[in-house]
């Protein structure tokens, strides 16, 4: 069964079970069998609790053993010391869907318990929403099955929340701001069912038209992104993430490790999977507002009418951060609304209809907007004057906006002013238009508009994986882990790259000075030598690395002051040998890195490279695997890349020859579940035609496919 088939009675069910009801009213389980009752749920409903009789004129069973009939769902509001018993009690009923609302499992360290519970329901059929939630609420068959506010306003935004307090707060947020819910769910601990597979269910739910989540943290993320990308085609995705000042676990033997922060990570995925990611819970609740009712626009032109030239400009850096695009026919814009400038004005976009504006000259500019069909949205900008009162004011943009509204074109207004202005808005809002007292606020709305326009446009690639010599990579790692370590050696790295078929600087690894010196005559001149040592990951930071080396004298002396720096600075290292490579020209430095992530899996990182990767942090994630274009995407969102387009009369860089190189390490990574860690660092890039070079390589790698490490 499906994740959307298996979910579908969760929120459609003929019969739900509360577990816990009581009979006094300040408790949750009164509350909650309150709020199923009188938000008028049409299906069956059986109250347990031990002392039977009667609670809001319903009969009470002592056991769920002894409920009659089927039961969909059962909500379980009892003290965590009982929880397990009764879900045994429940799957001996037959019960499809657990909702534990009580606490104390895995959020207080009873991880045990909680997993003892999953463990059982999973075995005998039922599904577990929680533990540690507040319920779920269903418009689509009226049922408030939580201990949250009792009067829902039904709508088209569904709302998934990991916090509790959080979503019952959101309840009565979005009733104050006229937002409609078509389902609002807490998943508390996600012993069991999580986002992904509530979002299965909404995206082909018809009352929803809009998913809201409020994330604290993520397993199974490559399940989420995949279905997150399929959402996104569909409908408006909107994410508010909590800690975006915590660092994942970092890999202090890999830059891709120390660079992929968490918050960073998932906020590169979330774009990569098209979804909106909202700094504040306010900002969330306004686009699922103007997502809810704005249509979408017919192209990506757009017009700012203003009636001051600062509150322009701020509108026009807004346009510029939320990619609004402003429409640019100077000459067009010119013969649109030359005749409302007063003389004075501006005809370029923004346009200054001057603070001499009256009601008038508003209507007649956003209606001249309006009819023109290369205009696709538009944005009313007002300054508070002396010319226009507040009534006028509302009259205008009322007036305005309807016209808008039913000829199928968005628009936002920003106004800005004293009392009389803050009266408007107030009024305004109340009746659900785009009205907003900040710039920003009401540009990042359309913006938001745009961008899911783009979305629903945006192709479905396939994924073609490349081709992988997993039997060579599995003999290089074996040998590793049979010596005990969990990183590869210089020489084994450059093994690594040719079983993915990128080329490396060749050479080998020379345990005395005559057979470095043989390398370097078979090699040819110049040469780089680097110490081989499990325990020098950093082999520059220890002297153990030497460049331009030219003949055979230079080879000699190399090898002795490696081996007398390493061990000088590392005394205790146990030194391989020295690695002799041939002499890579210059060209420019790019890093490209792989690791397996703790919430989505395996990922891959680009970016400038170098030695000062970590201080420029110039670099971009996505989740695997990723299409070809995807890749090229991600090369693109670095601000490095017109360096790779070539600047100041240098060459344009092979292009693409890194994202063969990106396509290729991903590979792997999915090929190979053992690396947990590879990078290449750094990867020359020479003028286009002339390819790319893998300079140095660092993996990590595990035992056994698991946790990553």
């Known amino acids: 069964m499906s994740a959307q088939a298996e979910i579908r009675s969760l929120f459609e069910p003929q019969s739900i079970a509360v577990i816990g009801a009581s009979s006094v009213p300040t408790k949750i389980g009164y509350k909650l069998l309150q709020n199923i009752v009188e938000m008028g749920y049409q ?37 965590a010391n009982r929880v397990y ?23 207080v360290g009873n991880v045990e318990e909680e997993q003892k519970i999953v463990s059982y329901a999973r075995a005998h059929g039922m599904r577990v929403l929680g533990p540690n939630i507040f319920g779920h609420y269903s418009a689509k068959v009226s049922l408030n099955a939580t201990f949250g506010p009792r009067d829902i306003r039904p709508g088209n935004v569904a709302i998934i929340t990991q916090s509790g307090a959080l979503g019952v707060a959101m309840i009565g947020k979005t009733s104050v701001q006229n937002i409609g819910l078509s389902a609002i769910i807490s998943v508390g601990n996600k012993s069991d069912i999580d986002e992904t597979d509530l979002i299965e269910y909404l995206i082909h739910q018809e009352e929803t038209e809009i998913i809201l989540m409020y994330i604290e943290g993520i397993h199974g993320g490559d399940r989420l992104v995949a279905k997150l990308k399929e959402a996104t085609r569909l409908k408006p995705v ?31 995925i979330m774009k990569q999977c098209g979804v909106f990611r909202a700094e504040s819970i306010q900002d969330a609740l306004d686009w699922c507002k103007y997502l809810s009712q704005a249509p979408i626009p017919r192209g990506k032109n757009s017009v700012i009418i203003t009636n001051g030239g600062g509150i322009g400009v701020l509108a026009t850096d807004a346009c510029e951060k939320y990619r609004v695009h402003l429409y640019d026919d100077t000459e067009r814009l010119r013969l649109t609304f030359e005749e409302v400038t007063h003389g004075f004005g501006s005809t370029k976009n923004p346009i200054d209809i001057t603070g001499e504006a009256t009601r008038q000259d508003y209507e007649t500019a956003l209606l ?15 300054c508070e004057t002396a010319v226009m009162d507040s009534a006028e004011l509302s009259d205008m943009i009322r007036s305005t906006y309807v016209r808008f509204r039913d000829a199928h074109k968005p628009m936002v207004f920003s106004i800005f002013g004293g009392e009389l202005t803050e009266e408007a808005l107030v009024s305004l809002a109340q009746d659900n238009i785009p009205v907003y007292r900040d710039v920003y606020e009401a540009v990042a709305c359309l913006g938001v508009l745009h961008a899911h326009g783009r979305n629903l446009d945006r192709p479905v690639e396939r994924f073609e994986p490349g081709v992988v010599d997993t039997r060579a990579v599995d003999r290089i790692l074996d040998a590793a882990l049979a010596e005990g370590r969990h990183f590869l050696l ?23 000075i005559s057979q470095a010196v043989e390398l370097a005559d078979s090699i040819g001149y110049p040469v780089v030598m680097k110490v081989v040592s499990r325990d020098i990951l950093h082999k520059s930071d220890a002297g153990g690395v030497l460049l ?20 000088t600075q590392v005394p205790d290292a146990r030194i391989e ?5 041939r002499q890579i020209p210059p060209g420019m430095e790019v890093i490209v890195g792989g690791r397996r992530d703790r919430s989505f899996g395996p990922i891959l990182m680009f970016g400038l490279g170098g030695i000062y990767v970590e201080v420029m942090k110039d670099v971009a994630f996505r989740a695997l695997p990723v299409t070809r274009k995807e890749i ?7 601000k490095s890349y017109p360096l790779l387009l070539g600047v100041r009369g240098e060459p344009r860089r092979d292009i693409e020859g890194v994202e063969a190189v990106l396509q290729r390490v991903g590979d792997l990574l999915l090929a190979c579940p053992r690396i947990t860690d590879f990078e290449i660092n750094p990867l020359m890039v020479y003028p286009q035609g002339q390819g790319v070079m893998a300079v140095d390589v660092r993996v990590l790698i595990r035992d056994r496919e698991g946790d990553p490490s």
């Open 490 to 512: 210089a020489h084994e790295g450059q093994s690594i790259l040719q079983a993915v078929g990128l080329e490396g600087p060749g050479g080998g690894v020379a345990k005395s």
């Open 85 to 107: 018993e009764t879900v045994v009690a429940c799957g001996e009923k037959g019960v499809r869907h657990l909702s534990i609302i009580s606490s104390g499992f895995s959020e």
């Open 577 to 581: 040998g020295v690695e002799v490579v």
């Open 238 to 268: 909107i994410v508010i993430k909590s800690g975006r000042s915590k660092r994942g676990a970092m890999a202090a033997a890999s830059h891709t490790g120390s660079l992929a922060g968490a918050d960073e990570v998932f906020d590169a």
């Open 368 to 382: 001249r907007a309006l009819e023109d069909p290369d205009i696709h949205s538009v944005i009313g900008l007002y």
């Open 632 to 638: 090229m995407t991600m090369i693109k969102t670095i």
């Open 548 to 567: 331009h080396l030219m003949n055979r004298e230079e080879v000699m002396d190399a090898y002795q002051t490696i081996m007398h720096n390493c061990k």
């Open 43 to 79: 299906g069956t409903i059986y109250p347990v609790n031990p002392k039977g009789g009667t609670i809001l004129g319903l009969p009470v069973y002592p056991s769920i053993r002894d409920v009659a009939g089927d039961v969909d769902v059962a909500v379980l509001v009892i003290p």
